[in-house]
T-cell receptor, first 114, second 115 residues
Framework: DTAVSQTPKYLVTQMGNDKSIKCEQN?????MYWYKQDSKKFLKIMFS???????INETVPNRFSPKSPDKAHLNLHINSLELGDSAVYFC?????????????FGPGTRLTVL | AQKVTQAQTEISVVEKEDVTLDCVYE???????LFWYKQPPSGELVFLIR??????QNEISGRYSWNFQKSTSSFNFTITASQVVDSAVYFC????????????FGKGTKLSVIP
């Protein structure tokens, strides 16, 4: 059984489009995250939600909007896509909101903006 | 702010060799945790270990071992008798103290195991 799943795995789109990435975890965790990994493999946190409530919102353009309909789901919507948004986006979850707890990652979504 | 240095950007070894990946961190916290993750060529991020600052005993899991030295702020990772399947990027995540929400990753070390 997949613990943290993301869809789609690959996403190719044109500049200016709006797209969404979905994430679901079946671990019963309270906290979920979105990370962006650039072409140099650098991983940077974007957002974190704890029990559907936003707790981390890093300096991310407001074209990126996370939505958590329940604590098992955290979706990422991106408006007006730009070339620089091309990256791999990872969803993760942990039991608690403190980063002392282990985060488990989804398989990643490779976004390519043309 | 917490900081981690993985000085080795890329390492290549021949299969069956032992290899150590270095991780040096900075923190002002007295209580903290350290993590290692693996990212194989297939791209997923795999959790390897979580270690707290109270426990300085070395950890061994099969061919993997971790050497935590609080005095030198290092948390090094050794793979014994490396295999091709060990080829991956390995990330050390800096200490995150109690009350901290963020987990910040090091830049990673790319390990290539050559048959």
């Amino acid at each position: 059984d997949t613990a943290v799943s993301q869809t789609p795995k690959y996403l190719v789109t044109q500049m200016g489009n709006d797209k969404s990435i979905k994430c679901e975890q079946n671990l019963g965790h309270d906290t979920m995250y979105w990370y962006k990994q650039d072409s140099k493999k650098f991983l940077k946190i974007m957002f974190s939600y704890n029990n559907k409530e936003l707790i981390i919102n890093e300096t991310v353009p407001n074209r990126f909007s996370p939505k958590s309909p329940d604590k098992a789901h955290l979706n990422l919507h991106i408006n007006s896509l730009e070339l620089g948004d091309s990256a791999v986006y990872f969803c993760a979850s942990s039991r608690y909101s403190e980063s002392t707890d282990t985060q488990y990652f989804g398989p990643g979504t490779r976004l390519t903006v043309l | 702010a917490q900081k981690v240095t993985q000085a080795q950007t890329e390492i290549s070894v021949v299969e069956k060799e032992d290899v150590t990946l270095d991780c040096v961190y900075e923190t002002r916290d007295t209580t903290y945790y350290l993590f290692w993750y693996k990212q194989p060529p297939s791209g997923e991020l795999v959790f390897l270990i979580r270690r707290n600052s109270f426990d300085e005993q070395n950890e061994i899991s099969g061919r993997y071992s971790w050497n935590f030295q609080k005095s030198t702020s290092s948390f090094n990772f050794t793979i014994t008798a490396s295999q091709v399947v060990d080829s991956a990027v390995y990330f050390c995540a800096p200490p995150s103290g109690a009350g901290s929400y963020q987990l910040t990753f090091g830049k990673g070390t790319k390990l290539s195991v050559i048959p």
